[in-house]
């Protein structure tokens, strides 16, 4: 059975950097998009970043471009999310998907597996 397991969340201050890291199994995810969502407490989940399964198109959400870095190891069925500079409002549950298309998206709905997320709390 196919499962992605999020780790790497924690809470840290304003300015500092985390990394958060997704464990793929059950199956071969190296030709699925990998994305990262988020959802803050009454908000909606939200596009992070995703990666193409290639590994080279990856795309940013606004809010994070230039702080935050997506990247995968194929050999090790992982992807990552390299987040610097955080603010306060990047505290949220992070979550990974796995869409099968292949080439990443924004749009949640795309995405054919989830992990359980991980929380990441940023303190002003």
């Known amino acids: 059975q196919a499962q992605l397991v999020e780790s790497g969340g924690g809470l840290v201050q304003a300015g500092g950097s985390l990394r958060l890291s997704c464990v793929a199994s059950g199956r071969t995810f190296s030709r699925y998009a990998m994305g990262w969502f988020r959802q803050a407490p009454g908000k909606e989940r939200e596009f992070v970043a995703s990666?193409?399964?290639?590994?080279?198109?990856?795309y940013y959400a606004d809010s994070v471009k230039g702080r935050f870095t997506v990247s995968r190891d194929n050999a090790q069925n992982t992807v990552y999310l390299q987040m610097n500079s955080l603010k306060p409002e990047d505290t949220a549950v992070y979550y990974c998907?796995?869409?099968?298309?292949?080439?990443?998206?924004?749009?949640?709905?795309?995405?054919?597996?989830w992990g359980q997320g991980t929380q990441v709390t940023v303190s002003s």
């Open positions: 990666i193409a399964w290639n590994g080279v198109n990856t």
């Open positions: 998907g796995a869409d099968r298309m292949g080439w990443g998206s924004n749009n949640l709905s795309e995405y054919d597996y």
